[in-house]
């Protein structure tokens, strides 16, 4: 009959019992291999070339360890947290990358409280820079500061509305960029370093400065009023550039002309007087002599420049004879 094939109870629970028997005879050497593998998987670790690991010991610092394999205490006895000192971070401030790549995606919906800044000439302007660091003591980034990231964070809004409120819209907009780049960069570096946080500025930027949506359009026309005031200023220092340097040279060169024509008149003059006083004192030696030759050289200037000569005795009272006078008159 079927009952009489099913087996007894009592031989179940005694092969079970073997087989119970069997297993932990081997349960020690499972639990100890088990020990073993967990043990070399925490024994070992690697730092990539870009890293630095900061090894603890029961939770305390203890060395730094190089790229390359090396080994540890296991069992959480020993702790190795790599940090990557080669990379170059950046926090964006303003904005956030959603999708990065040659068409980059960005949002600054969400960061307009962030953005928003007063300059010094109590104008709004919407702001949005980056600043890039390294990570140059992983010792003070790990346990100097107790969230470094929000420390970078919080300095360099700090650090950036201060100085946007040093200048005047014009400036940030156009000609202060750089010069407020670069005293941020020192002043977030000067205050990381005071709370230890162990990260190396490496550059701040200013990406985007624009006045706030909502004002714009008032914006724009004040720029454009300002920039045709600029235009008219440059026309008129055209013109006068043309009109006043010409005018001066035209004064400059009457002014030398007067004062070679004087120069000439007085050397003219001077030669004159020494002239008479050098022929006075010839007179005063010899009159006669002196007389004589003075009317011989006025007689050779004047004669040549007479059309008509007559000579005449010194005995003729009247000349009027000699004179063809009805020719003359028939001339003119």
């Known amino acids: 009959m079927a009952w009489q094939n099913v087996p007894n109870p009592d031989d179940i629970i005694d092969v079970g019992k073997k087989k119970i028997s069997d297993f932990s005879k081997w349960l020690p050497v499972a639990i100890v291999v088990l020990l073993i593998l967990l043990g070399l998987r925490g024994l070992i670790y690697s730092i990539g070339p870009d890293e630095v690991g900061v090894i ?110 040093n200048y005047s819209v014009d400036e940030v907009l156009t000609t202060k960029r750089e010069e407020i780049d670069d005293l941020a960069q020192q002043e977030i570096q000067r205050i990381l370093d005071i709370y230890n946080v162990g990260v190396h500025v490496i550059t701040v930027k200013l990406l985007d400065v624009n006045p706030p949506e909502t004002v714009k359009s008032a914006f724009n026309e004040v720029n454009e009023a300002k920039q045709e005031k600029e235009k008219m200023i440059n026309q008129a220092w055209e013109a006068y550039n043309k009109v006043v340097p010409k005018a001066k040279g035209t004064a400059e060169k009457t002014i030398r002309e007067a004062e070679g024509y004087a120069l000439d008149k007085i050397n003219r003059a001077k030669g004159e007087s020494e002239r008479f006083l050098t022929t006075l004192g010839e007179y005063k030696k010899a009159p006669e002599i002196t007389k004589k030759r003075i009317y011989l050289e006025t007689l050779a200037d004047v004669l040549p420049k007479a059309k008509e000569k007559y000579i005449i005795d010194s005995k003729q009272t009247s000349i009027l004879p000699l004179l063809d006078i009805n020719k003359k008159g028939g001339q003119q």
């Open 56 to 165: 603890q010991r029961f939770g305390k610092f203890i060395g730094l360890s190089s790229p390359g394999l090396h080994v540890k205490i296991p069992f959480g006895v020993d702790k190795v947290i790599p940090i990557k000192v080669e990379k170059v971070f950046k926090e964006e401030f303003g904005f956030k990358t959603i999708e990065p790549g040659v068409n980059t995606r960005y949002s600054s919906s969400n960061y307009r409280d962030q953005s928003l800044m007063l300059t010094g000439d109590l104008n709004i302007l919407d702001v949005r820079w980056i600043v890039q660091f390294k990570i140059k003591d992983p010792v003070k980034l790990l346990f100097a500061t107790r969230r470094p990231e929000d420390n970078i964070s919080d300095i360099s809004e700090v650090v950036m509305r201060r100085f946007v409120g």
